[in-house]
């Protein structure tokens, strides 16, 4: 079965350009997850949907982030403008369920570079 | 809010030999699950082994096994006949049951093993 697929796997752009993340979660999971990992702040919850619907979005950094879930199988997390401080590795996560019991498989992560 | 406390950022360990990774984590709340996950030098994140907090038995998956003692509210990874490709970063994370899987992870530990 193909895990979590996200691309690119590695973006480097420069300052003020909008930056397009893509996740695609292993199918029949129901629940989708967006991190952060810097050496500063370590693994940070960003947004996770449920049945394609934002459920909590209280770790996305500020209004320049935005993410979607058009369909069960597609997930977008937009940066618009980027920063220099939004470098980093980006990883999608998908889940069967929610609750707590159900482990949550990691995608490869892209690594953003912003300069 | 749980806290997940992992205080060996660097450890190391000879081939063969067993290790344990240490990890502490604080809640109130009597229902949550423990996962650890390992982050090779490639970046991506793989789940080793959940432990929830009603199990009776500690869990084990192949050479991992997670030492929990829930008095001390600890949860340690104990890897066994160690292998050179077991050199990662490992995470322990914790998530509240029925909370929607929202995991909180430690900051690492970075195991190294030598011949």
């Known amino acids: 079965d193909a895990g979590v697929i996200q691309s690119p796997r590695h973006e480097v752009t420069e300052m003020g350009q909008e930056v397009t993340l893509r996740c695609k979660p292993i199918?029949?999971?129901?629940?989708l997850f967006w991190y952060r990992q810097t050496m500063m702040r370590g693994l940070e919850l960003l947004i996770y949907?449920?049945?394609?619907?934002?459920?909590?979005d209280s770790g996305m950094p500020e209004d320049r982030f935005s993410a979607k879930m058009p369909n069960a199988s597609f997930s977008t997390l937009k940066i618009q403008p980027s920063e220099p401080r939004d470098s980093a590795v980006y990883f999608c996560?998908?889940?069967?369920?929610?609750?707590?019991?159900?482990?949550?498989?990691f995608g490869p992560g892209t690594r953003l570079t912003v300069l | 809010a749980q806290k997940i406390t992992q205080t060996q950022p660097g450890m190391f360990v000879q081939e063969k030999e067993a290790v344990t990774l240490d990890c502490t984590y604080d809640?109130?709340?009597?229902?949550?699950?423990l996962f650890w996950y390992k982050q090779p030098s490639s970046g991506e994140m793989i789940f080793l082994i959940y432990?929830?907090?009603?199990?009776?038995q500690n869990a084990t998956e192949g050479r991992y096994s997670l030492n929990f003692q829930k008095a001390r509210k600890s949860a340690n990874l104990v890897i066994s006949a160690s292998q050179l490709g077991d050199s990662a970063m490992y995470f322990c994370?914790?998530?509240?049951?029925?909370?929607?899987?929202?995991?909180?992870f430690g900051t690492g530990t970075r195991l190294q093993v030598t011949l």
């Open positions: 996560a998908s889940s069967l369920g929610g609750g707590g019991t159900d482990t949550q498989y």
């Open positions: 199918s029949g999971h129901d629940y």
């Open positions: 949907f449920n049945n394609n619907v934002p459920i909590d």
């Open positions: 809640t109130s709340d009597p229902s949550y699950g």
């Open positions: 432990q929830g907090s009603y199990d009776q």
């Open positions: 994370a914790m998530v509240l049951l029925g909370t929607a899987s929202k995991l909180t």
